[in-house]
């Protein structure tokens, strides 16, 4: 079981995810909540890095797959973790709040949004 500095295993990661993930409130990018970012067969990495990097703006994020599989990367290097996994397709990534999210899905297409307080 692997354990990140702030404590959470993958299982604690991935719950904390797809509790708060419900509560978001999603980006419009002016043709619904979902960015195309491929040609909908995949995903273009580098626009959905930047996709990414704009978004958080944090050195370290979640990358949440499934219960077994979440877990701390670096920002930048999200991308690498996900090609080494070649049966994922889908994944969320957060940051340690849980609180801003992206959600990718393998047909070229992303979402990111956040959890409004107040």
Excluded at 22 to 33: A, F, I, K, Q, T
Excluded at 47 to 75: K, M, P, T
């Amino acid at each position: 079981m692997t354990i990140n500095y702030f404590g959470l295993d993958t299982k604690s990661i991935y719950i904390a995810c797809e509790h708060s993930v419900g509560r978001v409130e999603w980006e419009n990018s002016g043709e619904g909540e979902w960015y195309y970012i491929g040609d909908g067969n995949r995903l273009d990495g580098d626009r959905l890095l930047d996709f990414v990097n704009q978004f958080f703006g944090e050195e370290e994020i979640y990358l949440v797959v499934n219960r077994r599989v979440s877990f701390l990367v670096l920002a930048h290097d999200f991308l690498k973790q996900v090609s080494e996994m070649p049966n994922v397709t889908n994944y969320k990534l957060c940051d340690f709040q849980f609180k801003k999210f992206v959600q990718v899905s393998h047909v070229g297409v992303a979402r990111r949004g956040q959890i409004r307080t107040g």
